[in-house]
């Protein structure tokens, strides 16, 4: 009876080891395939992340490219007598008297409170109204001038208006 006792409580202390056992490897697969789980979604935010920083820092390169440009806009155009001679305006204008084109002072008279008109016609879309008989040798120093930015011509039409 003792042989049987004893075979019945070790056959009843292995079965509960074994779904201990069973337990334990389920509860082990679970874990690696959570931890698989939250390693993919750490991957995912990190790739995210990391296409957001180059975003950011391909907007914040643009960004400061456009602001260099603009500063560097604003200091050429700031300084109309500087492009007027930089630009070959000078060969033909001189300040106070009829050279190759008009003077200096006589397009600021023409053009007195018409400055648009002015930046209108060194943009190449205006008609000539100082010297219209002379166009023909402006036209080709207009290429110059339409390549300019906005803010170029009217630097150079504010110098050429300040001319008293």
């Known amino acids: 009876m003792l042989a049987f006792l004893m075979i019945s409580l070790s056959s009843c202390g292995g079965d509960n080891a074994n779904k201990a056992k069973d337990a334990a490897s389920e509860a082990v697969e679970t874990t690696k395939d959570a931890v698989n789980e939250a390693g993919e979604a750490v991957k995912d935010a990190a790739e995210k992340t990391g296409e957001a920083v180059k975003d950011a820092a391909e907007k914040t390169g643009e960004a400061i490219q456009n602001t260099a440009e603009a500063a560097k806009e604003a200091v050429t155009g700031a300084d109309g007598q500087a492009l007027f001679k930089s630009n070959g305006c000078s060969a033909c204008h001189n300040l106070d008297k009829k050279t190759v084109g008009p003077s200096v002072k006589e397009i600021a008279t023409t053009y007195a409170d018409k400055?648009?008109?002015?930046?209108?016609?060194?943009k190449g879309e205006g008609k000539a109204v100082v010297d219209p008989n002379n166009?023909?040798?402006m036209k080709p120093n207009l290429e110059i001038?339409?390549?300019m930015s906005d803010a170029q011509r009217a630097a150079i039409a504010d110098y050429m208006l300040s001319v008293k």
């Open 115 to 122: 400055k648009d008109d002015l930046v209108k016609f060194l």
């Open 145 to 147: 001038t339409k390549k």
């Open 135 to 137: 166009f023909a040798t």
